[in-house]
């Protein structure tokens, strides 16, 4: 089984700084790309930022300039660092990662649980 853990989400003020963080765990042969998607009420689920396993970056343009993803091959985990968060950042974030659990196995997308980013004044 794979498992993907979301932490550092909650409450900010606009201007404000957040670090999410996304571990990836249990039976992972390789990982290949890993991003962030985030999904506001009444919206569809978008992606904001992806990182291929060389470490390449996409970004939507809406966070251009302000959001950095990064990853760390080693603990199998991505980062997204947002900065001058804005009240339309907030949703729900989600870490999602292409993954080979195994040799005989080709990838799969896995997804966390979600954590809520929430900016307003």
């Known amino acids: 089984q794979v498992q993907l853990v979301e932490s550092g989400g909650g409450l900010v003020q606009p201007g404000e700084s957040l670090r999410l963080s996304c571990a990836a765990s249990g039976s992972i042969f390789s990982i290949n790309a890993m991003g962030w998607y985030r999904q506001a009420p009444g919206k569809e689920r978008e992606l904001v930022a992806a990182i291929t396993s060389g470490g390449t970056p996409n970004y939507a343009d809406s966070v251009k300039g302000r959001f950095t993803i990064s990853r760390d091959n080693a603990k199998n985990t991505v980062y997204l660092q947002m900065n001058s968060l804005k009240p339309e950042d907030t949703a729900v974030y989600y870490c999602?990662?292409?993954?080979?659990?195994?040799?005989?196995?080709?990838?799969?997308?896995?997804w966390g649980q979600g954590t809520q980013v929430t900016v307003s004044s």
């Open positions: 999602n990662a292409d993954i080979r659990s195994s040799w005989r196995r080709g990838y799969s997308p896995y």
